[in-house]
């Protein structure tokens, strides 16, 4: 945490996303919520309220607020061990760093999550249009590839919420996803 962008408060695209499509997508009663990269756990408190505190956990490098919530892990190790990574995801939001810094650790968040999703379950991710400025993996096909039907946030930019959100944030739908495991 370097530097004031390093904070991610209300304005922030995870808790726009949260508030305005994940809290009225039907989530399967199976698995957890989880949210890699939980920063000061605006999202993952939304997201333990909505949900319950029992199916939410957060994954970081810092917990600053000593969220019960929050597992401190680096991320780049998610999956190596067997045991503490295995476990059933209704939903995922990648957010880890940024994609321009690490874009290794997305990917390795991305196949993590797509093993760990259950049927009707959905990872929030950055799509093709985004990855492609900072790696040649092409995140799209791995989604369908393992069965995975993608949803572009870009459908809802007609949305009065969407529309505020496009032209005053750094943000944009047109760079993020929903991927739905078949
Ligand atoms: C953009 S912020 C996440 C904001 C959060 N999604 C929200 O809704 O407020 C990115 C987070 O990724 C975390 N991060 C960076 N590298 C990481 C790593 N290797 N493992 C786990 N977390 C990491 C940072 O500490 C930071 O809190």
Redesign the pocket.
């Known amino acids: 945490m370097k530097n004031i962008s390093d904070f991610?408060g209300y304005d922030?695209k995870?808790?726009i996303y949260f508030e305005n499509i994940i809290k009225k997508l039907k989530i399967p009663k199976i698995g957890k919520i989880v949210?890699l990269?939980?920063?000061?756990c605006?999202?993952l408190e939304r997201m333990c309220n909505f949900y319950g505190h029992k199916r939410c956990i957060g994954?970081?490098?810092?917990n600053p607020l000593n969220h019960p919530n929050v597992v401190i892990?680096?991320?780049?190790k998610l999956g190596k061990d067997k045991k503490m990574d295995n476990f059933m995801i209704a939903y995922c939001?990648i957010?880890?760093?940024?994609l321009h810094i690490?874009p290794k650790?997305r990917i390795n968040a991305v196949k993590w999550a797509a093993k760990q999703v259950v049927k009707n379950g959905y990872i929030l991710t950055n799509n093709s249009w985004a990855f492609k400025k900072h790696s040649s993996f092409d995140v799209e096909k791995f989604f369908i590839d393992n069965k995975f039907k993608i949803i572009q946030l870009d459908k809802y930019k007609n949305q009065k919420w969407a529309k505020i959100f496009n032209k005053k944030s750094p943000w944009n739908t047109k760079s993020a996803m929903l991927c739905k495991k078949l």
């Not at 994954?59 to 810092?62: G, V």
């Not at 957010?95 to 940024?98: G, K, M, R």
């Open positions: 991610c922030y995870s808790l949210q990269g939980s920063n000061f605006v999202t994954y970081d490098l810092i892990k680096d991320c780049s939001d957010d880890l760093s940024s690490s650790l």
